[in-house]
Nanobody, 122 residues
Framework: QVQLVESGGGLVQAGDSLSLSCTAS????????MGWFRQAPGKEREFLVT????????DYADSVKGRFTISRDNAKNTLYLQMNSLKPDDTAVYYC???????????????WGQGTQVTVSS
């Protein structure tokens, strides 16, 4: 099992940047593929990006491609999401997730953090 804790959310203005962190603990977190998702009020959870554990390759949703960047530091068991050029539409609760699969895509994640709120004002 893996436990995930997100941090770094907050209130920012449109155009600002924000970096989220997700610290993992448990059984060999570095062998899990990781992803970031978000959920805005009244909307379904939205996939943002995945990073495959084997080679570090990534896939981004079109909505964040070019603005958001995922990275991980296996020595610190920490996943990051650097968010630039934030828009009010980026307002949501942001979640990190872990998957034991090499290529989990948008769905196959077994472990979730509690989420961190990001609010972007116009």
């Amino acid at each position: 099992q893996v436990q995930l804790v997100e941090s770094g959310g907050g209130l920012v203005q449109a155009g600002d940047s924000l970096s989220l962190s997700c610290t993992a603990s448990g059984r060999r977190p570095s062998t899990y593929s990781m992803g970031w998702f978000r959920q805005a009020p009244g909307k379904e959870r939205e996939f943002l990006v995945t990073m495959r554990w084997a080679d570090g390759s990534t896939d981004y949703a079109d909505s964040v491609k070019g603005r958001f960047t995922i990275s991980r530091d296996n020595a610190k068991n920490t996943l990051y999401l650097q968010m630039n050029s934030l828009k009010p539409d980026d307002t949501a609760v942001y979640y990190c997730a872990a998957s034991p699969y090499s290529d989990p895509g948008h769905r196959d994640y077994d472990y979730w953090g509690q989420g961190t709120q990001v609010t972007v004002s116009s």
